[in-house]
């Protein structure tokens, strides 16, 4: 047994729900029923009765549950004290391939609470081994499969143009943006790379002429009207009159985790998950 495991027999056990687990920590319910069902096996006992749309705690569930609430909460308080009290040596190496803004908000956030927790944050998009870091962020994708995760944001995806040119007013095929420009944040990252899956399936690769990797300047370079540009929905779109497209064939969605290798769930990194997980929740991300 591990110690997630543990957390999600707790957390199932407290919120009297499998689902509403899943839904803290971001992943699929399936998980955490497969993971209790696992600990049941380890620990040769059923913890839970289940019922069709519920469950109810079994005599020996409520009796490790009420031993779990004492060690949680001292391990908790060992660690806020810890994390307060001195420096922790364990640097946090994240690669931040998506959502970096997002990223950064909750990093300062825990830099309030955790002072002398190190981060090492790196945003390229270059074929550096996984194993060089303890957290990666990037899209859901096949090659993690050996990694634990927890998403970060679900959104879809829209190609954006300049209210003046005509565009957003139009019904449209991406064949019909073939002759067009386009700018990206950058030309490794995963918007581009849905773009150019999407038009070479329509029968085109697309004219990226410009990679901005700052958001407001990305922004305006799609205000002016001398380039497309795609996107998860961008705030401030109204302002500078940019419209996201109306095109038929391009339905793109963005599924952005957090991946962590199951035996390096420890330490400042199991702290940092569990923060990042409850960030957010906070903001309401997904």
Do not use: W
């Amino acid at each position: 047994m591990d110690i997630l495991q543990l957390r999600y027999f707790y957390d199932s056990a407290n919120y009297l729900s499998i689902s509403k687990t899943a839904e803290k920590y971001r992943v699929p319910p399936t998980s955490v029923s497969a993971s209790i069902k696992r600990l049941e096996g380890d620990i040769g006992c059923r913890l839970f009765d289940r019922h069709p749309n519920r469950i109810t705690l079994t005599e020996k569930g409520q009796l490790m549950r009420d031993h779990l609430k004492i060690i949680f909460d001292e391990m908790d308080e060992m660690m806020d004290s810890v994390g307060q009290a001195a420096d922790d040596n364990k640097e946090i190496k994240i690669s931040a391939r998506a959502a970096r803004t997002m990223l950064t908000d909750c990093i300062i956030n825990y830099k309030n609470r955790y002072s002398n927790t190190r981060f090492l944050l790196d945003t390229d998009f270059e074929d550096t081994p996984a194993d060089n870091y303890d957290i990666i962020i990037d899209q859901k994708s096949e090659k993690y499969k050996d990694y634990d995760s927890i998403i970060i944001r679900k959104s879809p995806l829209y190609i954006f143009a300049a209210d003046k040119t005509g565009l957003p007013a139009r019904k449209l095929k991406l064949k019909d943006l073939q002759n067009e420009f386009f700018v990206v944040t950058s030309r490794h990252g995963n918007h581009a790379k849905a773009l150019i899956a999407a038009c070479e399936k329509a029968g085109f690769s697309p004219n990226i002429t410009a990679q901005i990797n700052d958001s407001a300047c990305f922004r305006k370079i799609i205000a002016s009207g001398i380039a497309l540009g795609v996107s998860a929905p961008l705030p401030g779109d109204s302002e500078l009159s940019i419209s996201k497209l109306n095109i038929t064939d391009f339905k793109c969605e963005q599924e952005i985790r957090a991946y962590y290798k199951p035996q390096n769930l420890y330490g400042n990194t199991a702290r940092f998950i569990a923060f990042l997980s409850d960030y957010i929740n906070s903001i309401g991300n997904i």
